[in-house]
């Protein structure tokens, strides 16, 4: 069936440092490809998005490119702040599926000053 | 904000017990899904509900069932409730794009 796999973390890093989240997905169609984040206490936002073969998602300073050859989605940002502190989930929209949305376990980013 | 409103905030409520949580989504979102996020399972996908009708269905229990109502809202019951199902509960909207705007959730604890 289909899956997402993600890097669980947790990830610390110091501020302004590079991130690099990876993603890899395993679907039988074209699905659409997320970056979902969850600040602490809230819930999941839409970060970017990808539906097709490379295309690229962006969103504040974040981004990642949808590569069907290697099946990943991996999520990148070149410099991270304090702020960027939250998980990260990684999900795709199974077409196959009536539209279930198939999440990741999530990656904890912890960003140090 | 995410325009998605859930209520309650939180709810504690002791085993064995019902309860009810409900989800309004934006106006015009026809679609509802509902999560269970627990320290162990993570993101866990439980339902779907489409313009009224049920149309998927992840890891819900038996115990657990929903249904989505003519004006959109839906509503999540859980019922003989164990230790275990302590956890956040969300619920999220679907646009036509594909993209999911989630609710605050519920933080619902069993004693």
């Known amino acids: 069936g289909n899956s997402v796999t993600q890097m669980e973390g947790p990830v610390t890093l110091s501020e302004e440092a590079f991130l690099t989240i990876n993603c890899t997905y395993t679907?039988?169609?074209?699905?659409?490809l997320f970056w979902y984040v969850q600040y602490p206490g809230e819930g999941l936002q839409l970060l970017l998005k990808a539906t097709k073969a490379d295309d690229k998602g962006s969103n504040k300073g974040f981004e990642a490119t949808y590569r069907k050859e290697t099946t990943s989605f991996h999520l990148e940002k070149g410099s991270v702040q304090v702020s960027d502190s939250a998980v990260y989930f990684c999900?795709?929209?199974?077409?196959?599926?009536?539209?279930?949305?198939?999440f990741g376990p999530g990656t904890s980013l912890s960003v140090i000053p | 904000d995410s325009g998605v409103t859930q209520t309650p905030k939180h709810l504690i409520t002791a085993t064995g017990q019902r309860v009810t949580l409900r989800c309004s989504p934006r106006?015009?979102?026809?679609?509802v899904y509902w999560y269970q996020q627990s320290l162990d399972q993570g993101l866990q996908f439980l339902i779907q509900y489409y313009n009224g009708e049920e149309r998927a269905k992840g890891n819900i229990l038996e115990r657990f069932s929903a249904q989505q109502f003519p004006d959109l809202h839906s509503e999540l019951n859980l019922s003989s409730l164990e230790l275990g199902d302590s956890a956040l509960y969300f619920c999220a909207a679907e646009d036509t794009l594909y993209e999911q705007y989630f609710g605050p959730g519920t933080r619902l604890t069993v004693t």
């Open positions: 679907a039988t169609g074209y699905p659409s």
């Open positions: 999900a795709l929209s199974d077409p196959t599926s009536y539209d279930k949305v198939i």
């Open positions: 106006s015009g979102d026809l679609s």
